[in-house]
Each structure stands twice: as C-alpha cells, then as structure tokens.
C-alpha cells in the first residue's frame, strides 16, 4: 500500500490548495541514492507511515492525540518556515497497486484529517 | 572436536590475538559507516533533524533511567548543543579511524551515536539499532591488549557480535513467515512498486516479469532464515557474505535505502576470518 501525504494550510484568511511536500526531494531521490535527499525522503515517508499507522491504532478516533498526528502537524509548518500557518490540514492518499494475480484494480483511498491549529513559538 | 573444528567456525578457535585483528576490521567499518551517515545523510539537514527548526519534536517520554539517558536529547537544552555533540562525534570517530582509540573514545562514540540518533526517531532505522548494540559490545574489547585475560574477553565480544547479527537475520526471517506476502512469494512485488523504495525504471519492468519478484522473495526469506544456522559453517561461509553483500548492495542501489545496505555490509566484517583467506592462516 503506497502511502503519499498530502497538506493544506490555513494562511492569510484562506486556505491553500493541496500541496506535496516531496516533489523537489523525489526528483533529487532519484538524482543521487547516497545524498542527504534520500535520507529527508524516507523521514518524510517514515512520518506518513507513523500517521497512516495511527490512524488504524485508534480506529479513526482520538487521532488528534495519537503520535504520528502529532508528528506530522508539528513537521509540516517546520519544512515551510518562510508561511505562517495558522492552521494545517491533512490527508493521506492510499494506492493499491493491481493485485499480484491481475485480478482486479488500483485502489485508491484518501484518508482525512481534522485541521489542527499551528502554535507559533 | 578437532573434525567438529574442521567443519564449524567460531572465534574461540582463533590463536590468541587474532581475533584483534578481526574486531579491528569490524569496528573501522562501523566507524565509517557513522561518518558517512553523518556527514553525507544527516549532517547537511542537520538544523532539520536537530535544534529549534527540528522537524522531530521532542517529546515527553516516561521510561526507565537508562531509557531516559538514551533519549537524552530528547531534553531541548541539550539538544540545542547539537553542533556541539556532533563535533564530539566526528572528532571521537576520527581518532578511533587514526590511532585506533582507546576504551574512552570507545564510550564516547557508543554514547554520541545513541543520543543524536535517540532523538532522530523518523531517521533511524534497524540498522541503526544494530550499529547501537555491536558499538556497546565494542566497548569492553581492546585490541590493542596483548594480556591473555582481554584477549578472552575479545573473543566474547566477537562472538557477541556475531549471535547478534545472526538474531538480526532469523528474526527479521521469522517476522516475514507472519506476513502472508511473504509466504506466497508476492512482498518484493508490492515493496518495488512504492515508488520511495524503488527506482522508475524497475516499477514498469516487474509488472511483465513477476516471476522475478517471487524468486527474490523467497530468496530473502531462504537467506535470512538460514544465515544463523550456515554462517558457522565453514564451506557455505564465503558464500552466504557474498551473496549477502548483493543483496545488501540491491537494497542501497534499487531501493534507495543505503544506510541499511552500508551498515549491513559493514557487520558482516565481524564473520570475517582466517579460512576467508584474508590473511595467512595462522
């Protein structure tokens, strides 16, 4: 099940569209395997993981409190220093790939988040 | 016995200091691969991965003492000294790479190691834990001890390493019989279609060529279930590394995950020895 995260935020009265945030670090991932990209690459993907996880752990509920929640509203507004976000948003996208057998189809899923305020310290 | 000796190997056949030599080789290679994955991996993202813009962020653990030492910098006092404590680590890994260290320095690089990297929790993966525990049994080695009593406790240690990696392969192997991908032969399929674990050009080729994927999932599972059992055999030896450092090498060129694959082949310095040929038997 690939798992790629996906984020909005809450700025200036508006909220963005949805954004990626490893599409500069993929390209570079593919560039360079033995670079500090790859690393960054596999922390972020480590996070959706954590996050993905989490909400199975919990079933959906008290996702607010569960640790890859936590990590990945506290990570996001951090790669991203130069937007003050009020608020971020997220959700995972799920893809199945087509069946080992070739039966069947892609799977495609989102997982939603409920908004969490950023605190600016 | 001595048939038993001529079949199976283990450290505790070793001449006295031999074994020196091959501790030596095992942590010079461990030490380069913690240079490596600071400075090329972590150290150009350093401010990311520590410090105020840390993008992991500390958290209130409760656990034991010793768990609290291991997530020191899990305290944000000291892990805004983190350029400190990272100067602290390269320079211990210099020294113990040059002059070969002492049992100080040797403590020095097994704690800086487990605090940057305790705090890393996104960061760190297997292989990290198991540089952590060989890096611990290092510290009560001292090659450079020509004292009978030390030369004992060298061989422990090597011998310490080695169990260790062994529990590392049967148990990631057993792990795998629980997944049912595995079992079926369908894990490296699924593993090399995400696409942070594989390369563009492979994802469209193993579509047309499954049965390539099913031959390197059981290949995996065969290897890591058996190592522990082959490796003291001396015939199939030379083998089992060699065909492990391919497959370590798939990991870090395929599937991109190179600090795996570099500290992988690193341990597998700890089953070098003399029926490998390196040196002159003794």
């Keep these: ?41 596999h922390v972020i993907q480590n996070g959706s993981h954590y996050l993905w996880d989490d909400y199975y752990t919990y079933n959906g509920d008290s996702v607010i409190t569960s640790f890859g929640y936590q990590t990945m509203n506290y990570f996001i507004p951090k790669m991203y220093p130069e937007i003050e976000m009020d608020s971020v948003q997220l959700k995972l996208i799920l893809e199945g790939p087509v069946d080992f057998i ?3 189809e892609e799977t495609y899923k989102e997982l939603h988040f409920p908004p969490k305020i950023v605190i600016h310290e | 016995m001595n048939s038993l000796n001529a079949v199976i190997w283990h450290p505790f056949s070793l001449k006295e200091g031999t074994e020196s030599r091959y501790l030596n080789i095992l942590r010079k290679a461990i030490y380069i691969f913690l240079l ?5 991996m972590a150290l150009p993202n350093a401010s990311i991965y520590w410090g105020e813009d840390s993008l992991m962020r500390s958290w209130d653990w409760e656990g034991s003492l010793l768990f609290k030492i291991q997530y020191l910098m899990m305290n944000d006092w000291l892990n805004n000294c983190y350029i400190f404590i990272i100067a602290i680590h390269l320079g211990a890994l210099i020294l113990g790479l040059i002059k070969g260290g002492n049992r100080w320095i040797h403590l020095v690089i097994f704690l800086t190691t487990l605090w940057l990297y305790g705090r890393l929790y996104l960061f760190v993966i297997g292989g990290n834990l198991l540089v952590q525990m060989l890096l611990f049994y290092l510290i009560f080695a001292d090659e450079s001890s020509s004292n009978n009593l030390q030369s004992d406790i060298n061989k ?6 080695q169990i260790q990696i062994c529990f590392v392969y049967f148990f ?25 674990y594989s390369h563009p050009w492979i994802i469209d080729y193993i579509k047309d060529y499954k049965w390539l994927t099913v031959i390197m999932t059981y290949s995996a599972l065969v290897y890591q279930l058996s190592f522990s059992f082959l490796i003291w055999i001396k015939k199939f030896k030379k083998a089992l590394l060699l065909l492990g450092i391919v497959f370590h090498l798939f990991i870090g060129i395929v599937m991109g995950v190179w600090d795996f694959a570099l500290v992988m082949i690193a341990a597998y310095t700890a089953f070098w020895g003399p029926n490998l040929k390196l040196h002159q038997a003794n």
């Design chain 2, 172 to 196: 990631s192997g057993l792990y795998k019989l629980a997944g049912e991908d595995w079992v079926q032969g369908k894990a490296m399929y699924y593993i090399l279609l995400i696409e942070e």
């Design chain 1, 1 to 41: 099940m690939h798992k790629e995260l996906r984020f909005k935020y809450y700025a200036k009265g508006n909220w963005s569209d949805w954004q990626d945030p490893v599409t500069d670090i993929e390209t570079a991932f593919n560039k360079n395997r033995l670079g500090a990209p790859t690393k960054l690459y």
């Design chain 2, 36 to 40: 490596y994955n600071m400075v090329v």
């Design chain 1, 102 to 104: 070739g039966v069947g």
């Design chain 2, 156 to 161: 422990w240690v090597l011998f310490a390493c």
